[in-house]
């Protein structure tokens, strides 16, 4: 997305990056994480979430293991994965399977029960769960699914998750518009973030450069305030960037 229209200077926005090796840390054997913000056992009062950005936890589980059935209320939880497959299952009644390129999504809403399993016993599975809060309480829970192709975000931002739903995105109930991309070589992408807004970018993997401060896979960088963003310097890099409430 390219705006062409006036934008304000980029002095006018605050980046705050926020080191891989800085988030909270759980190893169960079976599973090891790294908690962006506050969860489980990690408790920091200074990294309690972003805006409505809850919890970003980079998930790697064992194969043939899981999360059992467990209950949510009043999250937008989805699941980005990004090595091996997801196998998810919920009070809904819904069952899927989730490979690299997919994310799954669930509104809790008034309360749901899931599991999520690593269906393979050999390989390991990476993903991103990201807990956003949503804007009404007790709503309707829904489940969806996305697959995204490699082209869908080879050096531009593919939204797959807004409250609209454009796009073909999946629709949440909270306010945010989530993006995925991939970037490399001399690719760049641009966009822009509007006053009253906040955005986070989480790097899933690789290098890469916005507005030239410099990150690497794990890190995760805090924007405020307004103005053009540019997405640089790629070193096959993959991540999330979330346009938020502020």
């Known amino acids: 997305m ?20 800085a988030r909270g840390a759980a190893d169960f054997g079976w599973l090891k994480s790294a908690h962006s913000f506050s969860f489980g056992n990690y408790h920091d009062p200074a ?17 043939g293991k899981g999360f ?15 090595e091996g497959a997801l196998e998810h299952r919920d009070s809904m009644g819904n069952g899927s399977v989730v490979a690299a390129g997919g994310v799954q999504y669930m509104s809790a809403g008034s309360g749901v029960t899931h599991s999520e399993f690593n269906p393979s016993q050999t390989e390991a599975m990476r993903f991103l769960q990201v807990w956003l809060l949503p804007e009404k309480q007790d709503t309707a829970p829904a489940y969806d699914a996305i697959d995204l192709t490699p082209e869908d975000k080879d050096g531009k ?6 409250q609209d739903g454009r796009d073909g995105s999946m629709t949440t109930q909270a306010d945010a518009s989530v993006y995925a991309a991939t970037l490399t070589g001399a690719q760049s992408i641009e966009t822009a973030l ?22 690497s896979k794990g890190d995760g960088l805090a924007i405020e305030g307004s103005g053009t963003l540019t997405f640089s ?14």
Do not use: C
């Open 47 to 63: 990294h309690m979430g972003f805006g409505n950005l809850r919890v970003i936890n980079d998930d790697l589980v064992d194969g």
């Open 68 to 82: 059992g059935q467990h209950p949510h209320r009043n999250a937008e939880i989805f699941s980005y994965v990004l």
């Open 194 to 215: 509007a006053a009253g807004r906040k955005g986070w970018v989480q790097v899933a993997d690789g290098a890469l450069s916005v507005n030239g401060v410099r990150l």
């Open 2 to 21: 390219t705006h062409h229209q006036h934008i304000t200077p980029q002095d006018a926005l605050q980046l705050t990056r926020r080191p891989a090796d």
């Open 157 to 162: 931002l593919k939204l797959f998750l807004s």
């Open 233 to 246: 310097d790629g070193k096959d890099a993959e991540f999330l960037f979330f346009d938020l409430a502020a």
